[in-house]
């Protein structure tokens, strides 16, 4: 009888010891998942910003018949932070990516949610359109040449890409929480069958 529960104990220790490294895995992998979310959120934020400041400078364009150089330094700032949302969606693709490896390698989700992040990983990839680069390549040059129509037309370009960029990053987000609250389930699930194991081993 002693050796018999002896075995169940170290049965039971095993069970425990995976469970335990599964759900440090698991753990880590929410931390990586909330940092995105919350690092998305600003993003979003700042996007609204670059767009309405690239609108108000298009007004502003509107009512004068050359560029002075306040409103120059005014379309270089925005080109640079333009340059920076770009930065920061090329390392949310990459975040994207390497939770969507690290699920994988450790078995962390199911078929479903892997589709769902495969789903994000086709999202993130295309955020950074030509179509986007182009746009503030041909804000850059008219700038350069000093051009007013250009230099609206590229304005109104890039904002409107700058829009459907933000509209994307909050389909993004949309995603990544429904996919938080079907991990939380599942976990409980597994959880759950954990125990109903440990039950029928005990008996």
Known sequence: ??????KIKKKLDKLETLH???QERMDALHEKEQDIIENTEMQIQELSSLQEHLKKTELDLLKSDEISWEQQQEIKKMLEDAAEEVEQLKQLTEAIEALTE??????????DLMEKFQELQNLV???ISEELLMNMDELRGALDTMDLKDLMSAMEQLSQNVEQVEQELDRFLDILKRIQAEQITHEIVERLEQLVTEQELLN
């Not at 009888?1 to 002896?6: Q, S």
């Not at 690290?102 to 962390?108: D, I, N, P, V």
């Open 102 to 111: 690290s699920g994988e390698k450790h078995g962390l989700f199911s078929p």
């Open 125 to 127: 990839n295309e955020l």
């Open 1 to 6: 009888m002693k050796k018999i529960l002896e």
């Open 20 to 22: 335990d490294k599964e």
